[in-house]
């Protein structure tokens, strides 16, 4: 999937994808729902690094957008969100404990 092309739009479209999907993965609040979020990442890019058909590494980055919204759909229903908002209050995060 990202060497399609090594420089130009489909290639930062790729990239940008991917650091998204890590961001948005690395949200979750439960070890294991985060942690799977980044290996099935990384995996899925690893998986498709040499395709080059233009087409297919649409299709690819469609699936990718698709998984995007669900990973922050996902995360809106896990209300697993964790860290800090802008005036430096604490989000909203599941006690610790068993899940």
């Given at each position: 999937m990202s060497t399609v092309a090594r420089t130009g739009e489909s290639a930062g479209k790729v990239l940008?994808?991917?650091?998204?999907?890590?961001?948005?993965g690395n949200q979750f609040s439960s070890y294991n729902f985060r942690e799977y979020a980044?290996?099935?990442?990384r995996d899925a890019f690893r998986e498709n690094k040499n395709v080059e058909d233009p087409r297919q590494v649409q299709e690819l980055v469609q699936k990718g957008l698709q998984?995007?919204?669900?990973?922050?759909d996902r995360l809106?229903?896990?209300?697993?969100?964790?860290?800090?908002?802008?005036?430096?209050?604490?989000?909203?995060?599941?006690?610790?404990?068993w899940d």
């Open positions: 940008s994808l991917y650091r998204q999907l890590l961001r948005q980044k290996r099935r990442t998984n995007l919204q669900m990973l922050k809106v229903v896990e209300g697993g969100l964790s860290g800090k908002d802008k005036e430096g209050g604490k989000l909203r995060q599941k006690d610790t404990g």
